[in-house]
T-cell receptor, first 113, second 117 residues
Framework: KQEVTQIPAALSVPEGENLVLNCSFT??????LQWFRQDPGKGLTSLLL?????REQTSGRLNASLDKSSGRSTLYIAASQPGDSATYLC????????????FGGGTRLMVKP | DTGVSQNPRHKITKRGQNVTFRCDPI?????LYWYRQTLGQGPEFLTY????????KSRLLSDRFSAERPKGSFSTLEIQRTEQGDSAMYLC???????????????FGPGTRLTVT
């Protein structure tokens, strides 16, 4: 059974800092990995999707990497801003789990002005 | 707005009542998913459809939960005889199924927050 863990559970940083969020998964047989952002009481916004054959994806100040063999992904946020404050969730689609996404518990990020 | 929509956004109900939620996917998407998210946790998968066929309902939490997608467009999730433990955010997502790599990316709606008193 796939398990996804995100560390840290919460993070508070001053504005302008570069930061890294971590995601690990137990079964490396994945089809893809998605990073999402969730604002309080809201739905999920997809940030980046990395296929299992890819090593990284970039969008603006965000860069996500994937090391499938070690079961790890990182989300790098450059020059953080208060508007980046949200919960960040990673999710994997496993090869043997149909089309479901298995989510981690999320990292709650606060960027202080 | 061409994103995934869900109604209602909030539902308060008394224990024992039945509730039904609706999800309208992105129009060209043929796959639709339901997830449940409790406070402080990541979403957990419940069920999914490809067109009108429910292809995986193994993760529905109990026989009180059921979902339909009768015409392959919108979907409904029903919870019968609600319990306080059913209080959660119910999220719907959709994706396309095709040849391009990004066709499996799931797009989520705003969710329906259920409170059972």
């Amino acid at each position: 059974k796939q398990e996804v863990t995100q560390i840290p559970a919460a993070l508070s940083v001053p504005e302008g800092e570069n930061l890294v969020l971590n995601c690990s998964f137990t079964d490396s047989a994945i089809y893809n990995l998605q990073w999402f952002r969730q604002d309080p009481g809201k739905g999920l916004t997809s940030l980046l999707l990395i296929q299992s054959s890819q090593r990284e994806q970039t969008s603006g100040r965000l860069n996500a990497s994937l090391d499938k063999s070690s079961g790890r992904s990182t989300l790098y946020i450059a020059a953080s801003q208060p508007g980046d404050s949200a919960t960040y969730l990673c999710a994997v689609r496993s090869n043997n789990a149909g089309n479901m996404l298995t989510f981690g518990g999320g990292t709650r990020l606060m960027v202080k002005p | 707005d061409t994103g995934v929509s869900q109604n209602p956004r909030h539902k308060i109900t008394k224990r024992g009542q039945n509730v039904t939620f609706r999800c309208d996917p992105i129009s060209e998407h043929n796959r639709l998913y339901w997830y449940r998210q409790t406070l402080g946790q990541g979403p957990e998968f419940l069920t999914y459809f490809q067109n009108e066929a429910q292809l995986d309902k193994s993760r529905l939490l109990s026989d009180r939960f059921s979902a339909e997608r009768p015409k392959g467009s919108f979907s409904t999730l029903e919870i019968q005889r609600t319990e306080q433990g059913d209080s959660a955010m119910y999220l719907c997502a959709s994706s396309s199924f095709g040849q391009t790599p990004l066709s499996y990316e799931q797009y989520f709606g705003p969710g329906t927050r259920l409170t059972v008193t």
